[in-house]
């Protein structure tokens, strides 16, 4: 039976939502990526909504081809600034390489990410095999064969995706544990990864670009749904 993990960054810290053979079996909370990966052992593979892998002086393809796919829910694409500009120590530093390295500033929100980006890519490296990056937007999308048209904190937007995970097979209980304490939409972006990590365990997954891009240092980088 495929064990598959969907995780999906948020303010406190991760929330993660497990599917067995595509259904749910639970969700939890964990304030590093790491707990995840210790107390989902076992599991075929683990999604993350978090960039992995960077360009080693541009943006990357992945970004772009995704954020063309959602449409109205473009915005949700972060552009992962290359490599060099995450190893800065401080916002104004990474601006300055970020516009030296691609003529354009770096986005205040997205160096926000940094602790996580850093955590994920380092696990990453250590099990590149389990780990690999999905966007929940995307996920949706696939599953409903078009761009959503309502944003996920909206009323519309949440029974829109509740809908769609319901109609594949992902029913989230009105009981979730301490996981319950998460937003609902980072809830079911969890799961949207999770959905997704079950397609990649099964093949049925399609990454964005397909082949994934190679960084020239032996990292490729790619978006699965």
Request: proline residues 8%.
């Amino acid at each position: 039976m495929t064990r598959v993990i969907g995780v999906h960054a948020y303010a406190l810290g991760w929330v993660a939502v497990e599917l067995h053979a595509g259904v749910f079996t639970r969700a939890l909370l964990a304030s590093t990526l790491y707990e995840v990966i210790t107390n989902g052992s076992g599991a075929a593979v683990i999604g993350v909504d978090i960039p992995l892998g960077m360009m080693p002086d541009r943006w990357r393809v992945a970004d772009t081809l995704v954020a063309e796919q959602l449409g109205p829910r473009r915005s949700s694409v972060v552009r992962t600034p290359p490599e060099p500009v995450w190893n800065e120590p401080d916002f104004a530093a990474a601006n300055k390489r970020c516009r030296e390295l691609t003529g354009r500033q770096l986005d205040r929100q997205v160096w926000s990410l940094r602790p996580k980006v850093l955590e994920a890519n380092a696990l990453w490296q250590r099990h590149p095999t389990l780990l690999f990056e999905a966007h929940p937007e995307l996920s949706f999308r696939t599953m409903a064969g078009q761009p959503l048209e309502h944003a996920k904190k909206t009323w519309a937007g949440q029974n829109h995706r509740a809908h769609l995970l319901a109609h594949n097979g992902i029913y989230l209980p009105n009981r979730l544990g301490p996981a319950g304490q998460a937003p609902a939409d980072d809830l079911y972006n969890a799961a949207a990864i999770a959905w997704t990590a079950h397609r990649r365990a099964t093949g049925e997954a399609y990454s964005s670009p397909n082949p994934p891009e190679h960084n020239g240092a032996g990292t490729f980088s790619a978006i699965w749904a």
